[in-house]
């Protein structure tokens, strides 16, 4: 029994180390993007943000996208208010005062929420609907917005002429270790993004920065079929379009495109919010992410049966090994979003990092979670 065990972690271990061996090689591959300053034409776009209870943050977002460099008369802000229980609504009726292209649309005044389980689906449909942009531009209402952000974009689709673009996020900074290992964590999962997008390899994006063109929004019927998983906005969409568009999707690799977001505050918010991310993991249609994700759990699960097979050499071998290849990966990733001194503690991290994986892939096939103060299968 020993042998076996021993074995099939050598096994997992190595998958697991020639995995982020093609990651650090696609990544490494990647060129930012260099943006033309005399380019003169303009894209339409227009920018849809959901939001559910942002009162706090919903005007921090909203300046920082009427602080952007583009010409105002060729974007449009469109906040869809999801049903939210605070001043969200009356934050932006205030905003649309001074600034025209600021809209707010309501997911009210055209469902009830009892018929309906994937909200942001819906409010990013509606607001597609009534869009006056050619393209979409999607962000969360917790997010801060770099000011050549929608430059870049146009600047990308004029270049490149493509269907959907995937762009790079990442958590603010903050004190605490509870922010500093998600920051970590989401180091990993955005340099496996680009990584894995800009090789063409999987239907990878993050909702709170990714634009696609609103012709082909229609062409693929929107969210038809996956609309009643709760989360998966963003990859389904992308995956979709990929299949059906001949695969014209992009990766906006230029460090002034990144989006800012807040952390999750305490702990109980961030296994939640990892439960919806891995509660879509069962639908994917992108057979290279479903093999990938089943290789990494696999994988952390057999630290745990290490553990409880008491095989404590084994384990620490084996913890050390990842923790390598990891740091390996991670070290380009850092420096691109210009956070190189975020690895000196990463070790010390890996026993939690293995088991908040397994519980939230675990929950996230399992059970119902709660989100935003709603309850969602």
Same mark, same amino acid.
């Given at each position: ?131 006056? #942009? ?41 004190? #605490? ?87 999750? #505050? ?97 929950? #996230? ?13």
């Amino acid at each position: 029994m020993l042998l076996l065990l021993a074995w099939s972690v050598a096994i997992l271990s190595l998958l697991y180390a020639l995995l982020l061996l093609a990651y650090r090689y696609w990544f490494s591959k990647l060129k930012p993007f260099e943006l033309n300053e005399f380019i003169t034409q303009h894209t339409h776009f227009t920018v849809v943000i959901p939001a559910r209870n942002e009162a706090s943050n919903i005007k921090a977002c909203v300046d920082s996208i009427l602080a952007q460099d583009y010409p105002h008369e060729y974007y449009e802000i469109i906040v869809i208010d999801d049903f939210s229980e605070d001043d969200t609504a009356f934050i932006v009726k205030a905003l649309r005062y001074d600034f025209p292209n600021v809209r707010l649309l309501s997911l009210a005044d055209y469902y009830k929420p009892e018929e309906m389980n994937s909200f942001k689906k819906k409010a990013i449909e509606k607001a597609v609907s009534q869009a006056k #942009g050619h393209w979409i531009v999607t962000t969360d209402a917790d997010c801060i917005i770099p000011k050549q952000w929608l430059t870049l974009f146009n600047a990308y689709i004029l270049e490149h002429q493509p269907v959907f673009i995937a762009a790079p996020v990442m958590f603010i900074k903050e004190q #605490g270790i509870l922010n500093e290992f998600q920051v970590l964590d989401f180091l990993a999962l955005q340099g496996i993004t680009a990584a894995a997008v800009g090789a063409g390899k999987h239907s990878m994006s993050n909702g709170a920065n990714l634009a696609f063109e609103k012709s082909a929004f229609i062409a693929v019927g929107g969210y038809q079929g996956v609309d009643q998983i709760a989360s998966g906005d963003d990859m389904f969409l992308m995956h979709k379009m990929k299949v059906t568009l001949s695969n014209r999707i992009g990766y906006l690799f230029h460090p002034g495109a990144v989006v800012l977001t807040k952390a999750m #505050g305490d702990w109980r918010d961030f296994i939640m919010q990892r439960i919806r991310w891995s509660s879509k993991a069962r639908y994917y249609d992108d057979n290279s992410i479903f093999w990938v994700l089943l290789l990494v759990y696999l994988y952390n699960l057999s630290f745990l049966i290490l553990l409880f097979a008491q095989e404590y050499t084994i384990f620490m071998l084996s913890i050390a090994f990842k923790t390598c290849f990891e740091m390996l990966f991670l070290f380009p990733v850092t420096h691109f979003f210009k956070m190189p001194g975020q690895l000196r503690f990463f070790p010390f991290y890996q026993p939690l990092h293995f088991l908040y994986t397994l519980v939230a892939g675990l929950f #996230g096939q399992v059970k119902t979670y709660t989100w935003k103060g709603r309850r969602v299968k």
